[in-house]
């Protein structure tokens, strides 16, 4: 398993943006399927995107596609979201997880590493 920490969240007005960063420790991360999700207060945790091996396979919710830029760097064993046009209903703890193999793994029960999240939050 990948350890996974993240990092970028903050406070922006509405229509700002932020580039998320999560960092991995580990072996293999080019063999990883990285997700970005996440939680607001009293909801359960949504898939916001995905990529897989290459940037050639990425996946987005629908509510954020167009918005939100997924991209990861082998090299850094690093994944990125870069948020665009943030709306006040994006506010939310935004968690990295990981999962070995390539799939198209939409839901958080397919990911067995997860980071401790970061918050982000949109004023209106």
């Known amino acids: 398993q990948l350890q996974l920490v993240e990092s970028g969240g903050g406070v922006v007005h509405a229509g700002g943006s932020l580039r998320l960063s999560c960092a991995a420790s580990?072996?293999?991360?080019?063999?990883?399927?990285m997700g970005w999700f996440r939680q607001a207060p009293g909801k359960e945790r949504e898939f916001v995107a995905l990529?897989?091996?290459?940037?050639?396979?990425?996946y987005y919710s629908g509510s954020v596609k167009a918005r939100f830029t997924i991209s990861r760097d082998n090299t850094k064993n690093t994944v990125y979201l870069q948020m665009i046009g943030l709306q006040p209903e994006d506010t939310a703890t935004y968690y990295c997880?990981?999962?070995?193999?390539?799939?198209?793994?939409?839901?958080?029960?397919?990911?067995?590493?997860w980071g401790q999240g970061t918050q982000v939050t949109v004023s209106s």
């Open positions: 997880a990981a999962r070995y193999g390539s799939g198209w793994y939409l839901t958080a029960t397919n990911y067995n590493s």
């Open positions: 580990g072996r293999t991360f080019e063999q990883y399927t």
């Open positions: 990529i897989g091996w290459t940037e050639q396979k990425t």
